[in-house]
């Protein structure tokens, strides 16, 4: 906090978020050190005690009485010495000043028994955290609630605190007074999804528990009931398996506390495991996308197909119901993971089913009232459409990569900078990002330049691949516009029915009974 404001902004942090009336006294009963709001000040700088002055990051004053024998060392009758005052406050020239004049930067006080870096971290002043530090704060010091500073930046959610801490070598896997790490304490006592994702890109024990209960954190995460800490953890690999003290599994607290979302959650992802250990299904795991094309192609087919058949014709019937199995087969071999790919392999299918309609049947039949040359610029098109396709997918769209060593030294950097926020560092991927570069969160990954994720291609359009997508989407725009000129000539040819005589409903109706009737005759299509 720099100069004071609103108690309830500065101190009701983490679990406890009372409102403004409430706010002092839930801090007390929670044991948080709570600095007097302040407001402004009336009465002579020159006659406040150095614990106002401190306070009130008066420099001078408290020179003076520095000066005049007040020892910096010394605690008030709250058992609180100038420093944690300063630290609380984030007087970081206070702070200096005093650690010059003897003050010990460990020191223990108030009723937590807290050293300086403890308030400040519960304050999230991020530069004070990393002035401490600089001048030797021990970050695995221990308060009177058995919290080290890492576990208190997790409890009060100060992700960019935590991302230092880290950068200075904390470990993740630390444990506190109760045997819980950093990752158990935010499944247990923090409902908001940062935290507990931010500390999984460090990957600490999943399988790691507390000394006394034998929770894992997944065990934390379902008993406190957090959604978000159970999806996150699961997606992470997190052992479902482990039982703890009581001979409990994740599963086995859910049922006990008959949360009906979290149990469907561990049933779904037992059965979505079980079913990897297969030995056939891990097979077709590895083909996922390729079944996924086939049964796109496949279903694109049969509704041509059933659109051919006469209103009364079973086979039609049950087409359909051979079309909602394949779709429900497919939920269940392909992945979610890939299933980001669908829209993807419904644009190929359709592509691949109006190039074999121009190619059998309209190519030939525009050949007999005009000359071959102009079918070149769309046989062109075709094929740079696939190419520009395959380069665009495959090409890489400018994902900033990092080494881990890189990535610390980018936190320290920018934290001992005052920068280390949302706009120059990037929580998901630690990264700093570059100027135009955005998180995308279907890729997981910061990209340079970016331009919006594509669902057509399934991939991300950045400083790589930018030009093939737009020369991707030119020639695709081309064949379209041919395409769709040769079918207006191929209907006009055709069709029986006259667009200003019969209405647009019965001309457009006929000329798609022509267009399917004519694909069944070219053998695109098989009659029962």
């Known amino acids: 906090m720099a100069g004071g404001g609103p108690a309830c902004k500065n101190h009701c942090r983490g679990p406890h978020r009372p409102d403004v009336r409430s706010c002092r006294s839930i801090c007390r009963e929670k044991d948080v050190p709570v600095l007097p709001a302040l407001q402004p000040i009336d009465e002579d700088p020159g006659t406040c005690d150095i614990v106002k002055a401190t306070q009130y990051g008066m420099l001078e004053r408290c020179r003076e009485l520095v000066e005049a024998g007040y020892d910096v060392r010394q605690a008030d009758k709250e058992n609180v010495t100038l420093l944690h005052w300063a630290a609380i406050s984030n007087r970081q020239e206070l ?49 009177g609630e058995g919290f080290s500073s890492i576990h208190l930046a997790v409890l009060f959610q100060h992700v960019p605190i935590v991302a230092y801490l880290m950068s200075k070598g904390q470990n993740i896997d630390t444990a506190d007074f109760s045997g819980l790490a950093p990752l158990m304490l935010s499944a247990q006592k923090v409902s908001r999804p940062e935290p507990t994702r ?37 997606e992470a690999g997190a052992n479902m398996d482990i039982k703890n003290v009581k001979g409990e599994t994740a599963l086995d607290l859910a049922i006990q506390t008959q949360n009906r979302f979290i149990i469907y959650m561990l049933m779904e992802e037992g059965r979505m495991r079980s079913k990897r250990n297969k030995g056939l299904l891990r097979i077709m795991e590895k083909y996922e996308l390729f079944l996924l094309l086939a049964s796109c192609l496949t279903v694109l087919w049969a509704i041509g197909y059933v659109m051919n058949l006469s209103s009364d014709s079973w086979l039609g019937c049950l087409l359909l119901f051979l079309l909602v199995g394949m779709a429900l087969s497919v939920r269940f071999f ?36 005009t000359n071959a040359i102009v079918e070149i610029p769309v046989m062109f098109s075709l094929v740079g459409r696939l190419y520009f396709f395959y380069k665009a997918w495959r090409t890489d769209p400018g994902y900033i990569k990092s080494s881990e060593k890189d990535k610390k030294e980018n936190i ?32 997981d990954s910061c990209v340079a330049r970016y331009d919006p994720h594509s669902l057509w291609i399934a991939q991300c359009i950045g400083v790589g691949n930018h030009h093939y997508y737009l020369l991707f989407l030119s020639s695709l725009t081309v064949t379209s516009v041919w395409l769709l000129y040769q079918s207006l000539l191929y209907w006009s040819n055709h069709c029986i029915t006259s667009y200003h005589a019969d209405g647009a409903w019965t001309y457009f109706f006929e000329a798609v009974q022509v267009l399917f009737s004519n694909s069944r005759r070219a053998g695109l299509v098989t009659s029962p």
């Open 412 to 443: 320290a950097a920018l934290a001992e900078a005052g920068c280390l926020d949302f706009r120059t560092f990037c929580t998901s991927c630690l990264v700093r990002k570059p100027l135009r570069s955005v998180h995308c969160v279907p890729c």
């Open 334 to 369: 392909v992945g979610v993971k890939n299933l980001r790919y669908l829209p993807t392999a419904l644009m190929l299918s359709s592509v691949f089913w109006m190039s074999v309609t121009w190619f059998f049947w309209f190519m030939p039949d525009i050949l007999y009232v």
């Open 95 to 143: 702070v200096k000043y005093y650690i010059s004049k003897g003050a010990v930067v460990d020191q223990l006080g108030g009723d937590l028994n807290s050293t300086p870096l403890h308030w400040a971290i519960r304050q999230g002043h991020l530069p004070m955290v990393t002035l401490l530090l600089k001048c030797g704060a021990d970050p695995s010091l221990i308060d």
């Open 198 to 234: 931010f500390l999984l890109k460090f990957k600490p024990s999943l399988s790691a528990v507390g000394s006394v209960q034998k929770n894992t954190a997944l065990h934390w995460a379902v008993t406190s009931g957090n959604v978000s800490a159970v999806e996150l953890l699961l």
